[in-house]
């Protein structure tokens, strides 16, 4: 007989006995489930798990079980046990970071797309599992008590609620009573430990056989005490996932953008030359151009345009020499100079004129000089000399 058929002939406390064993195992480390918690593996046996606890938790509301008006002395001993299936799911949930709606890998490459929905779901089952405990009036300390009554919403606390107490000493004094109590329960039910890590394969009629010395009153003890020691760690959880949930809310969200490939380039050809010519191009301008033609809606550039007040010097521009050319003769330009007085004109002189003035002084210079040497004859200063 396969696992497959001999898990269809199980009863709903077999099958939750083997469920919480393995949910013991993962969360308690044990060989064969060391692995990182994004891995495949870890993660499958995650997927496994809430899908049985779900099964299970159908299966338990579909017998009526429980009743709201019945009290905790009222219930059947082994039927307690199935109070605790939200306080798994709720713990389940905190590490699952697939899609919860599929129970599939996520195609997307962000690895936390689905960690806040889990969260939340997380969130909803371990409120409901405190609300239920509280129902029944037994269970819960007075503290835990006053804070499932103080929610505004009593399925749907909001995070601020769930994070308890303002005052340091209040919370360090709280944590300090809750460690002993935890401590305290934990050795107790080191019993049922030992229950569920037993091997899930043995024969039917030795499932309960650890029971079997204790009397009724006895197990619902034991199942109680088990109550208690897990309201201790759904309050913990509860607040650790309320803050995990608000870092969510407020982080960035990445923008998953379809990267179209690259089309081929085809050679060019006849029929397609990539507009290339070897004349000189001219602007696709039309005189009945709309703004539409040249910018879309969405502001994507259709053809290339210039933006200027006077289509006509854009035009010479273009079809100019693409030099600034002179608009006077030469002659013009020197007549603008000397009327502005930024050039001196240079006096022509007469050669002839100056020709014969040169002569003439040259001229009476030697008359001077004869006139002179008539009237001073050689030896004429000499006053010792002979006169006579």
């Given at each position: 007989m396969n696992n497959k058929d001999n898990k269809n002939q199980q009863t709903v406390s077999e099958r939750y006995r083997n469920a919480v064993g393995k949910f013991q195992s993962i969360f308690n480390g044990s060989s064969g489930f060391g692995e990182r918690k994004d891995s495949l593996k870890y993660q499958t046996n995650i997927s496994d798990l809430i899908k049985e606890f779900t099964l299970i938790h159908l299966i338990v509301s579909r017998l009526d079980l429980f009743s709201e008006n019945e009290s905790l002395d009222e219930i059947n001993a082994s039927y307690i046990q199935f109070i605790n299936i939200d306080y798994y799911l709720g713990l389940l949930y905190s590490e699952f970071i697939w899609n919860p709606k599929t129970g599939q890998v996520p195609e997307a490459s962000d690895p936390i797309e689905f960690k806040e929905e889990n969260i939340s779901i997380a969130k909803t089952k371990l409120v409901h599992y405190i609300v239920q405990l509280d129902n029944y009036g037994e269970i819960l300390s007075k503290t835990q008590s006053s804070r499932v009554n103080s929610f505004k919403e009593l399925y749907n606390p909001t995070n601020d609620e769930l994070i308890t107490y303002s005052n340091p000493a209040l919370k360090r004094a709280d944590k300090i009573e809750n460690y002993k109590l935890e401590k305290e329960l934990k050795d107790k039910l080191q019993i049922l430990n030992d229950y569920?890590?037993?091997?899930?394969?043995?024969?039917?009629?030795?499932?309960?056989?650890?029971?079997?010395?204790?009397?009724?009153?006895?197990?619902?003890?034991?199942?109680?005490?088990?109550?208690?020691?897990?309201?201790?760690?759904?309050?913990?959880?509860?607040?650790?996932?309320?803050?995990?949930?608000?870092?969510?809310?407020?982080?960035?969200?990445?923008?998953?953008?379809?990267?179209?490939?690259?089309?081929?380039?085809?050679?060019?050809?006849?029929?397609?030359?990539?507009?290339?010519?070897?004349?000189?191009?001219?602007?696709?301008?039309?005189?009945?151009?709309?703004?539409?033609?040249?910018?879309?809606?969405?502001?994507?550039?259709?053809?290339?345009?210039?933006?200027?007040?006077?289509?006509?010097?854009?035009?010479?521009?273009?079809?100019?020499?693409?030099?600034?050319?002179?608009?006077?003769?030469?002659?013009?330009?020197?007549?603008?100079?000397?009327?502005?007085?930024?050039?001196?004109?240079?006096?022509?002189?007469?050669?002839?004129?100056?020709?014969?003035?040169?002569?003439?002084?040259?001229?009476?210079?030697?008359?001077?000089?004869?006139?002179?040497?008539?009237?001073?004859?050689?030896?004429?200063?000499?006053?010792?000399?002979?006169l006579g």
């Open positions: 569920y890590n037993q091997n899930p394969e043995k024969d039917e009629e030795q499932d309960d056989s650890i029971f079997q010395r204790f009397d009724e009153e006895v197990v619902k003890a034991i199942y109680v005490d088990q109550l208690r020691l897990f309201s201790i760690s759904a309050f913990n959880n509860l607040e650790l996932l309320s803050m995990e949930l608000q870092v969510l809310s407020n982080r960035p969200r990445q923008r998953i953008t379809e990267i179209e490939a690259p089309k081929p380039k085809e050679e060019p050809s006849l029929s397609n030359d990539y507009g290339y010519t070897t004349k000189l191009e001219s602007l696709p301008f039309k005189n009945n151009s709309k703004i539409s033609d040249l910018i879309s809606k969405q502001g994507k550039i259709l053809q290339p345009f210039t933006i200027t007040s006077n289509k006509q010097d854009l035009k010479l521009k273009v079809f100019g020499t693409g030099q600034v050319l002179p608009s006077m003769s030469v002659e013009e330009y020197l007549d603008y100079e000397l009327a502005n007085g930024k050039m001196v004109k240079e006096e022509v002189k007469d050669e002839k004129n100056d020709s014969d003035s040169d002569n003439s002084d040259e001229e009476l210079e030697k008359r001077q000089w004869d006139d002179w040497k008539d009237d001073n004859p050689k030896g004429g200063g000499n006053m010792k000399a002979n």
